[in-house]
């Protein structure tokens, strides 16, 4: 399939070489979320009328997992408002770099440089995730606190090294980038060979090195390029292309997969699991235990859900893998299969994240009218909307929906199971392509078992 390249459009090309409008919408994010912060620290207790909960738990991590993430890939990272205080700080202005850049500039150390810092930033949250969702104190404290830590690590290491190995949300974004229908790259890698100045890596008086520490020439998935394009400012020979692909186009690529990405797309698959059977199954006794952190009850759940996290569900993959290894004959490594079939869990767990957020979404998304009106309970009414009452919505075609969603997952990711598993064992011939069956049979087993076990819990 020929992909059509945006950046050939003058108008669009031109709007994405300005950063004004990355600007504007920056710090209108970058508003929102000091918004929410304040509310979350000064305003009412009650969640369902604080903004800081519903603006970003509800509002922007609905449009995040069903609108950003599966459209645009990182195209959030692009405007994120968490790392720009300590980006202006340490490049010395809001545009480009200046001659007074700030911070040490030290390089991120080399063991580090993998996504385990990510997996844990993100587990941590997520055995905290109740209070955050429903405490505005605490979820106030934990948008500060990852404000101050980009902060802190932008003055002390060099570029966007929060957002490429700290930042939690970033690391879910990253993964499931991989399913987007845009994708920067390079048109003509030979341009690129022959430029000496790398000027798109190491920036130029048009504008800063990539922040993200990638060669353009050399991108070949999403997840690590944050369509920031300063690439494209600083080429001096227009050889940037944004262009639109199938979805998915990242997945069943050959890329060196990694233990650290497998395990992200698992502990992502576990936590939507996680999420829909506290936040929304009928047990009581373990939405009150994840509610009260610091309790014995809820080091329980924490130690339940990281155990089922980094152990429980790795390991009945990994299991699943080893099966289909003996089934189809293969010889190659269990850590490298693991790694290559825990591709075909990103739409599994994209999915479940989307049949999950609807739900969520759905029915607690008409709280934002009020808080609009009345960001923080105080009894405000600034545009009219503060009585708004509590209506759910599209209650009986959410089963529907969700059903339709986690189906769809299933059968994206069987059939990137058998991708995998054909390019794995050549699969050009009659017995290749039985042994790429047989092979790939265990994983699309245990992508069923998966969202069967989603759907139970949130449909019932």
Not at 162 to 179: A, D, E, H, R
Not at 452 to 458: E, Y
Request: charged share 10%; with cysteine; aromatic share 10%.
């Amino acid at each position: 399939m020929k992909r059509l390249d945006l950046l050939r459009s003058p108008a669009v090309a031109s709007l994405l070489r300005s950063r004004w409008p990355t600007l504007a919408i920056s710090l209108l994010a970058l508003a929102g979320f000091v918004l929410a912060i304040v509310a979350g620290l000064a305003g009412t207790p009650v969640g369902s009328r604080n903004f800081g909960i519903i603006a970003v738990w509800i509002a922007w991590w609905a449009a995040l997992i069903l609108i950003a993430v599966p459209l645009l890939g990182r195209g959030w990272c692009s405007i994120c408002p968490l790392p720009l205080p300590g980006a202006w700080l340490q490049r010395g202005g809001v545009f480009a770099p200046s001659a007074r850049r700030r911070g040490l500039g030290l390089r991120w150390p080399r063991r580090l440089r993998n996504l385990w810092t990510q997996n844990i930033g993100f587990a941590i949250l997520a055995v905290l995730s109740t209070a955050i969702l429903t405490q505005p104190s605490v979820s106030a404290m934990v948008l500060l606190g990852l404000m101050a830590a980009a902060v802190g690590v932008s003055l002390v290491f060099e570029r966007r090294a929060f957002c490429s190995y700290v930042c939690p949300v970033g690391g879910f974004i990253g993964l499931y980038s991989q399913v987007a229908p845009l994708e920067i790259r390079v048109r003509d890698a030979s341009v690129c060979a022959g430029h000496s100045e790398k000027t798109c890596y190491f920036g130029s008086q048009h504008g800063e090195g990539c922040p993200w520490q990638v060669f353009p020439a050399g991108l070949n998935r999403n997840s690590a390029c944050g369509m920031c394009f300063e690439c494209l400012r600083t080429c001096p020979h227009d050889n940037i292309a944004l262009r639109l692909r199938p979805f998915g186009s990242d997945l069943p690529r050959p890329a060196g997969r990694r233990l650290d990405e497998a395990y992200k797309g698992l502990l992502m698959l576990a936590s939507a699991l996680a999420y829909s059977a506290v936040l929304l199954g009928p047990w009581g006794a373990i939405k009150t235990a994840a509610f009260r952190v610091g309790t014995p009850e809820w080091a329980i759940f924490a130690g339940a859900f990281l155990a089922a996290a980094f152990i429980g569900l790795p390991g009945a993959f990994a299991l699943h893998v080893v099966a289909g290894r003996a089934l189809g004959g293969l010889r190659r490594g269990l850590r490298e299969t693991v790694a290559e079939f825990a591709q075909a869990l990103i739409p599994l767990g994209l999915a479940g994240w989307a049949a999950f957020s609807l739900s969520f979404v759905l029915s607690n998304l008409s709280y934002l009218w009020a808080v609009l009106s009345d960001p923080f309970g105080a009894g405000w009414n600034l545009i009219g909307t503060a009585a708004g009452a509590w209506t759910p919505y599209l209650g009986g075609a959410l089963p529907a929906l969700q059903t339709g969603i986690l189906v769809c997952g299933l059968a994206w990711a069987a059939s990137l199971a058998r991708r995998i598993a054909a390019r794995l064992v050549g699969g050009g011939t009659l017995g290749g392509r039985r042994r790429a069956v047989a092979l790939a049979s265990p994983v699309v087993s245990f992508a069923l078992g998966v969202t069967v076990l989603q759907l139970w819990l949130l449909i019932g």
